[in-house]
């Protein structure tokens, strides 16, 4: 029996499918095009072809599965609930979701929903309420930080708690190798400190040697560039709403619950930002 890891090619399942395969534990990657993916990642991992919209996938993909990797995707008219289903018909034993954190005062989102969901359904579970991710800095705040050396995103003067989607995925592996320990258990998976934008572009700077900044613009300004530069318009509008709560100051909450489940310290940024300093710098300098 193996764990499916949905969201392979994302930001926490491909760290979930490394870690899994280090510690030697079964598991099937899930894909949306299985050709794409075995040509960006070879033949190390088994890539199963699933996605969430189109109900006709679940069944091959849940074969000899009996836990779940579950990460609730962009996008719409996502067959959620029916996978959920289909997974407890099949006996499915565990399901470790990744969630967010303070998701309990978010009534309005997926996430509370989804977790309540599973509940409802008596699926064994371990709800994983992630911080934010670093890994964001690679992703859509990549561009402007190569292109232009600027985090532009408008979070304020909040702090957040800042997490590597590494220790995430040490989290999932650790609650697969001894599903009973974590049954029906929710972890809030944060580093140990809070950092505003200032203080993440004052430490890039540091490792990178090049001057990052931080241009904390205003929503509105934000908006106009994205959309200008050609994003769309639904994605601006989920980044604005993610940074909406650092704005606020209501995102700097920091848990221990990593160093409890791991006896290790969590992931700092300086050393995330040296672990990835190829993604933003180029070749011959800003
Ligand atoms: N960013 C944060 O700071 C943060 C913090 C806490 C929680 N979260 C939660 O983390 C989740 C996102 O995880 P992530 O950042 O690792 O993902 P990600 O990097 O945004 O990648 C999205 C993944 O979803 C897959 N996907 C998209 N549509 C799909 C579909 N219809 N069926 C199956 N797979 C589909 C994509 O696969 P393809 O290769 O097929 O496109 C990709 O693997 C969200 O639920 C978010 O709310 C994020």
């Known amino acids: 029996m193996s764990v499916l890891v949905t969201g392979f090619t994302g930001k926490v399942g491909s760290e979930v499918a490394k870690k899994l395969k280090e510690k030697g534990i079964d598991y099937i990657c899930t894909v949306r095009n299985v050709e794409e993916s075995q040509e960006r990642y070879g033949t190390q991992f088994n890539l199963k072809a699933f996605d969430f919209t189109d109900p006709s996938t679940f069944d091959s993909a849940l074969e000899q599965i009996d836990q779940i990797f579950l990460m609730y ?3 719409d008219d ?13 006996n499915v034993k565990h399901i470790v979701y990744l969630s967010v954190k303070d998701v309990q005062y978010l009534p309005f989102i997926h996430h509370f929903k989804n977790e309540k969901l599973i509940r409802k359904l008596g699926l064994p579970y371990t709800f994983i309420r992630a911080g934010y991710f670093m890994q964001n800095l690679t992703d859509f705040l990549g561009n402007e930080i190569k292109e232009r050396q600027r985090i532009f995103i408008p979070a304020g003067k ?9 220790d995430l995925a040490e989290v999932a592996a650790e609650v697969f190798q001894n599903p009973t320990n974590h049954r029906n258990q929710k972890y809030v998976v944060t580093g140990d400190h809070a950092l505003d934008f200032y203080e993440v572009a004052e430490q890039m700077t540091e490792v990178l040697r090049v001057n990052i900044s931080y241009d904390n613009p205003s929503v509105k300004e934000f908006r106009k560039y994205m959309i200008k530069k050609g994003i769309q318009e639904d994605f601006v509008k989920v980044v604005i709403g993610i940074h909406f709560p650092t704005k606020l100051g209501l995102a700097r909450g920091i848990s221990h619950d990593y160093e409890k489940l791991t006896n290790k310290k969590p992931i700092r940024m300086k ?9 933003w710098l180029k070749p011959g300098g800003p």
Do not use: C, M
């Not at 996502?78 to 099949?90: C, G």
């Not at 957040?160 to 989607?165: A, N």
């Not at 050393?271 to 993604?279: E, L, P, Q, V, Y």
């Open 73 to 75: 995707p962009p996008g």
């Open 158 to 166: 909040g702090k957040t708690s800042f997490v590597d989607t590494r």
């Open 271 to 279: 050393t995330f930002i040296a672990d990835n300093k190829d993604r």
């Open 78 to 90: 996502l067959k959620f609930e029916q996978f959920l289903h289909r997974a407890k018909e099949r």
